[in-house]
């Protein structure tokens, strides 16, 4: 079967740095995405990784390694606006995207 | 530029009911995606698009229906609602369909069945 697996909440402190992971197993592999969602929003793009190694984006990273079905979302200065759900999603070999069910995480003053 | 708009926003309906969820983008994407997102579990893609005229079925697309009849439109149905299909539903679109296209959501629709 197909499974994405990531931490179902995670809390940090504003101004640190925390490391969201995802690891997964599925049929095929086309790419790994990031995805930011607010409370009762919709989800917004953050990353892709397709080959290993880290992708660095201002404030946030994204690591890939497919050898080891692992990723992580690594995000820097934590703001208080970076309180959210982080989806990560594989492309699987339909093209369709197998998605996690999010880590939700909590920012700290 | 509105991107993606779903309507409506939300809704009651009761079971047997049927219903048709719209979507509509302005940004020209060949590729358009339902989902439905369940406290605790992902997103989990009900049916899709790749083109204009195309449909395909994804991971839960029983008790639904979709059609593809121009680029910008792609409703989803419910046929005879039953409380299970309560849920929050997303429409989604990418400039293609494959690696690196990045899909663009709407506000979605939070549907209660009741």
């Known amino acids: 079967g197909q499974n994405i697996d990531q931490p179902t909440e995670m809390t940090a402190t504003e101004g640190a740095i925390v490391q969201i992971n995802c690891t997964y197993q599925?049929?095929?592999?086309?790419?790994l995405f990031w995805y930011q969602q607010h409370a009762g929003e919709a989800p917004t793009f953050l990353s892709y990784?397709?080959l290993d190694g880290l992708e660095e984006k201002g404030r946030f990273s994204s690591f890939l390694s497919r050898s080891k079905g692992y990723s992580y979302l690594l995000l820097k200065e934590l703001q208080m606006k970076d309180s959210a759900s982080y989806l990560c999603?594989?492309?699987?070999?339909?093209?369709?995207?197998?998605w996690g069910a999010g880590t939700k995480l909590i920012i700290k003053p | 530029i509105a991107g993606i708009t779903q309507a409506p926003t939300s809704q009651i309906l009761a079971a047997g009911r049927r219903m048709t969820l719209r979507c509509t983008q302005d940004m020209r994407h060949n590729a358009m995606y339902w989902y439905r997102q369940d406290l605790g579990l992902g997103l989990r893609l009900i049916h899709y698009s790749n083109t204009a005229g195309t449909t395909g079925k994804g991971e839960v697309p029983d008790g639904y229906s979709v059609s593809r009849a121009n680029t910008d439109d792609f409703p989803l149905t419910l046929a005879s609602a039953v409380p299970s299909q309560t849920s929050v539903y997303f429409c989604?679109?990418?400039?293609?369909?494959?690696?690196?296209?990045?899909?663009?959501f709407g506000p979605g629709t939070r549907l209660t069945v009741t």
């Open positions: 599925t049929s095929g592999f086309n790419g």
């Open positions: 989604a679109s990418s400039a293609g369909q494959g690696s690196s296209y990045e899909q663009y």
């Open positions: 999603a594989v492309e699987d070999s339909n093209y369709q995207l197998i």
């Open positions: 990784n397709v």
